[in-house]
């Protein structure tokens, strides 16, 4: 099995478009979530599932939006790019509260 | 107060030296503690849970001070490889899916 698989590694959007990061997960485990990071800081969470059809926000949910209707997916999308969104996305999964395995990441430019 | 806070280093040590790092959390009801280690330019990985009693995987012991609201993380023998950023993770708020990241400890072993 792969773990966690992130779609595109890399991206350079304009401002005020639109995209979509994909994750995906072959481990049928609950629990995912949607880390940014950015440059000497933290890995702050913004959204979070606890399975197929629940979501829920985290610290920083505003500009992104998710969804999750099968078990394996868990994408992330953002609306209108702004500067304030360049940063490192990692997804996260794990089969329970206490364990989370992070994707290799997408790195996000908006110029 | 930060909810985590780390000192974000470097500390500079020799191979084979004993190295310690500590976390200082603020909310006292705080359920789940982890230490992740991150490389430069990839994803964290899981490196240890922190359990009450204070934990032990090899080389790394993980202790946790729950009256002073800290965690440690106390790598023996240093190795080369074990060069890398270490995160340290709780809970918050207590009980909930929702994880709060500290900025990282980095760490250089030189040979």
């Known amino acids: 099995n792969a773990g966690v698989t992130q779609t595109p590694k890399f991206r350079i959007l304009k401002i005020g478009q639109s995209m979509t990061l994909q994750c995906a997960q072959d481990m049928n485990h609950n629990y995912m979530y949607w880390y940014r990071q950015d440059p000497g800081m933290g890995l702050k969470l913004i959204y979070y599932?606890?399975?197929?059809?629940?979501?829920d926000k985290g610290e920083v949910p505003n500009g992104y939006n998710v969804s999750r209707s099968t078990t394996e997916d868990f994408p992330l999308r953002l609306e209108l790019a702004a500067p304030s969104q360049t940063s490192v996305y990692f997804c996260?999964?794990?089969?329970?509260?206490?364990?989370?395995?992070f994707g290799p990441g997408t790195r996000l430019l908006v110029l | 107060r930060k909810e985590v806070e780390q000192d974000p280093g470097p500390f500079n040590v020799p191979e084979g030296a004993t190295v310690a790092f500590n976390c200082t959390y603020s909310?006292?009801?705080?359920?789940?503690f982890f230490w992740y280690r991150q490389d430069c330019r990839k994803e964290p990985k899981l490196l240890m849970s922190?359990?009450?009693s204070g934990n032990e995987d090899g080389r790394f012991t993980a202790q946790l001070n729950r009256a002073s609201q800290y965690i440690s993380l106390l790598i023996r023998d240093s190795k080369l490889s074990d060069s890398a950023t270490y995160l340290c993770v709780v809970n918050s708020p207590p009980g909930t899916y929702k994880y709060i990241f500290g900025t990282g400890t980095r760490l250089k072993v030189l040979a």
């Open positions: 996260a999964e794990g089969q329970d509260q206490e364990t989370q395995y």
């Open positions: 922190v359990y009450s």
């Open positions: 909310n006292s009801a705080s359920q789940s």
């Open positions: 599932s606890v399975g197929a059809g629940i979501t």
